[in-house]
């Protein structure tokens, strides 16, 4: 054996591995609406690194969740997480997700991103989301990972239930509120039918969604 080409790929073995340990693994996250009534807006979904909550139950929300959660917007938030060190990628579905409907997203993780997070707001409610903060995503393929998700309440506007206050195609009001909410991420305690909101047609029992994030490769 040539003494140099050995060395050679030895030298090179290293940078392989190291190519090998930081390829991206695809990951095939399926989210249903379980509601009767509720729709998702666009649903925001990140993987990310340990310890990077998109909100915490018992806290207050930021305002990225705040414009998801009273006007479904994603904008500010993905912009907040494309542009974080911890995040890996960012991925949305387009339009609403209607009662009893799933879709399903592609996106990347790696031995370093293997948590993910997700929002989506519910119409028509004041501040209503479904959301996971953080959840360790499967290492083996054929090893899904089912996760029933409830609906949150964010805390940021009053659930009065007033379709002033509601966007889409229900009510078709503002997307956000000047009123002040409880203050803190809590879950939702539903419609109860004290404002425009027939509580017969548009509250629900959580779990509101159902998650299932599958590794394929």
Not at 45 to 74: C, M, N, R, W, Y
Request: glycine letters at 12%.
């Amino acid at each position: 054996m040539n003494p140099k080409l050995h060395l050679s790929g030895l030298l090179a073995l290293p940078l392989f591995l190291a190519a090998a340990s930081t390829q991206a693994d695809d990951y095939q996250v399926t989210i249903t609406n379980l509601t009767q009534a509720q729709s998702f807006t666009p649903i925001l979904v990140a993987t990310h690194k340990p310890g990077h909550p998109v909100f915490t139950p018992g806290q207050a929300a930021s305002s990225d969740l705040e414009a998801v959660a009273e006007g479904g917007d994603i904008g500010p938030l993905r912009a907040t997480l494309d542009a974080s060190g911890s995040v890996h990628e960012t991925v949305a579905s387009d339009g609403l997700l209607g009662p009893g409907e799933s879709v399903t997203l592609m996106l990347n993780g790696s031995r370093k991103y293997r948590y993910l997070s997700l929002v989506s707001m519910l119409i028509p409610t004041n501040d209503a989301f479904i959301g996971i903060s953080g959840v360790k995503m499967p290492k083996k393929k054929n090893n899904p990972s089912m996760i029933f998700v409830p609906a949150y309440d964010a805390g940021t506007e009053v659930n009065d239930e007033l379709c002033a206050n509601i966007p889409g195609p229900v009510c078709g009001g503002s997307g956000m509120s000047a009123a002040n909410g409880e203050g803190f991420v809590s879950i939702h305690p539903g419609i109860h039918g004290v404002g425009d909101l027939s509580a017969g047609t548009y509250d629900w029992r959580n779990p509101a969604a159902l998650v299932k994030i599958e590794r394929m490769d």
